[in-house]
């Protein structure tokens, strides 16, 4: 089986994704974003001079790893994410889809999916009014307001008062951002990672923040250990991840002081280098045997309907 990785650039991740298709006796090739090309009649291509020097047209692909959707223009990332809908919509299995990054990938979204679902998550306000909202910060009281786009922690800031706010707010404004409020947890510096692959978890770290931090995030410092995951959280991680369609994601549990436990977010491309380093689970196997098993499905279900 041939498989193309497509990512940013080449590093840890999809070196790692590569050995894990090796030891199942498959091929990974790691395309770039940019040099791919659409052409009607015909599909997707990849230019000369990508990341490797094999060339593998994608639609030659049996199935497309998106390792991530690099940061570009609007129409830069409008166009990959509607380039991996078009390889989908072709036959060839995505993981994860294209459905499912783009649910991840805006907090907005990804929190309303979690919240209509039943699952706890805390109290939040999206608007793009800054009297809307100052008057979150002030029913809240202290709160994080966060990017609806962003990663490892970049961009949030922890606000109590309501004129401190204001200022951030004032400044957001030129940007035209959208202002996502979160009501702040009591979690005492810790949070749960939980890894869920193929509809089950397949391990959760705990991340406490480092020294003078509030943020988690093993990126910028956080310390990860192995984390016996109760079997009611171990069910909440698995709704979450069901409720964004993802094969596999990154879920995040925030516990309480007070007892009472949040689905903060789910990761549709989420790295795992400091959970596998913490748990030695060998994530990228994982992802690679739900790929198989997916691309398996999709076979079977093309035969049958050939019937």
Known sequence: MNVAILSARTGWHTDELCRALADHGHAGVVLPYEKLAARMPG????????LSSESVPIFEA????????????????IYRVDALHWIAERGVPVINSPRTIERCVDKFYTTALLHDSG????????CEQTDDAIAAVRAMGECIIKPIFGSLGHGMVRVSEPEVARRILRSLEQTRA????????????RD???FVVGGAVLGAIERR???????????????ATPFELPEEWAQMAV?????????????DL???????????????IPGWEGFQKATGIDVAGAIVRQLIARTKARRALLVEEME
């Open 254 to 268: 925030l516990p309480s002081r007070d007892g009472r436990i949040f689905v903060l977010e789910v990761n549709g």
């Open 119 to 126: 699952l706890p998550t805390p109290d939040t306000v999206v």
């Open 178 to 189: 959208v202002f996502y409020v979160q009501k702040a947890i009591d979690h005492g510096g």
């Open 239 to 251: 709704r979450a991840a069901n409720v964004v369609g993802a094969d596999y994601a990154g879920v």
């Open 43 to 50: 599909g997707l291509s990849r230019q000369p001079g990508g």
């Open 209 to 223: 923040a480092p020294g003078g931090e509030w943020r988690t995030n093993v990126a910028i410092g956080g310390a």
């Open 62 to 77: 049996d199935a497309v790893l998106a390792r991530i959707i690099p940061g570009g223009s609007l129409e830069q990332v």
């Open 192 to 194: 749960i990672r939980v």
